[in-house]
């Protein structure tokens, strides 16, 4: 197996990008990084590109967030009344 890596480096693809597209190996330098994601996007691989995305800079559509997409039910009758009397409360002493 010498297939040249996708990514321009002129190495093997198994010595190159493939540990890291392999979870084998975590990317030493920003251009590994780099690299190894435009192989993942060469190869198709989506999980390596979205594992190696940052969560401030990745699309919320891709993974969506439950917790805030939940409708506030809000039920007929149970709203503070604006109208009617107080009535008070008697503190005896006993
Ligand atoms: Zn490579």
Same mark, same amino acid.
């Given at each position: /197996?010498?297939?040249?890596? !996708?990514? +321009?480096? +002129?190495?093997? @693809?198994?010595?190159?990008?493939? !540990? ?7 990317? *030493? $330098? #920003?251009?590994?990084? /780099?690299?190894?994601? @435009?192989?993942? @996007? =060469? ?11 940052? !969560?401030? $800079?990745? #699309?919320?559509? =891709?993974? %969506?967030? %439950? $917790?805030?997409?939940? %409708?506030?039910?809000l039920?007929? *009758?149970? *709203?503070v009344?604006?109208?009617?009397? =107080?009535? *008070?409360?008697? =503190?005896?002493?006993?």
């Amino acid at each position: /197996m010498d297939r040249p890596c !996708p990514c +321009g480096s +002129g190495e093997s @693809y198994d010595a190159c990008c493939e !540990p890291l597209l392999a979870h084998r190996e975590q990317a *030493g $330098t #920003p251009e590994q990084l /780099m690299r190894s994601r @435009y192989t993942a @996007y =060469v190869r198709g691989d989506a999980d390596h590109l979205f594992r190696t995305w940052h !969560p401030r $800079t990745r #699309p919320d559509d =891709v993974r %969506p967030d %439950p $917790t805030t997409r939940r %409708p506030v039910h809000l039920r007929p *009758g149970s *709203g503070v009344r604006s109208s009617g009397r =107080v009535r *008070g409360c008697q =503190v005896r002493n006993t």
